[in-house]
């Protein structure tokens, strides 16, 4: 309970959630390099809380794998490679520019929590380089 003089505590949203969960499942993927389906479907077994969205961000991540990859690749600047981001970073962008590429979530709600989840796990340098990146991707400056 907050007092009169405190700011209440921020709530996280449900989507805010699930996206944060898939991060965690295409994180432990990358990590024990294995497919984001079979780490979804362990999650799946043993956490009966995985939300719908969660299950949707990974499998359309997976579905459109190589497309994400090439899409956030040409964004980053010379000398820059998908393998020499950050994990997390990688990540992010991989959701984000799932999102921005294959769903109607508004592209500003994707550039903002993508820019805040690397807010919250990744350096401090994280959010503006996801941010500039993910600019790119957003269906109004697209340039492909």
């Known amino acids: 309970m907050s007092g009169p003089h405190e700011s209440p505590r921020p709530r996280t949203s449900a989507r805010h959630k699930a996206r944060k969960h898939a991060l965690d499942i295409l994180f432990e993927s990358d990590i024990r390099e294995t497919d984001p389906l079979v780490t979804l479907e362990e999650r799946l077994t043993i956490d009966v809380t995985v939300r ?34 950050p994990r997390v970073d990688r990540v992010i962008a991989r959701i984000a520019a799932y999102e921005l590429l294959f769903t109607e979530t508004e592209p500003n709600v ?27 991707l957003t269906p109004s400056r697209r340039t492909d």
């Open 110 to 136: 994707v550039v903002s929590e993508a820019v805040t989840l690397a807010s919250e796990l990744s350096t401090d340098e994280s959010p503006a380089f996801l941010n500039a990146v993910l600019s790119g």
């Open 52 to 85: 719908e969205l969660t299950s949707d961000i990974v499998r359309g991540v997976r579905e459109h794998w190589g497309y994400i990859n090439d899409a956030v690749s040409d964004r980053l600047a010379e000398g820059w490679t998908l393998e020499r981001m």
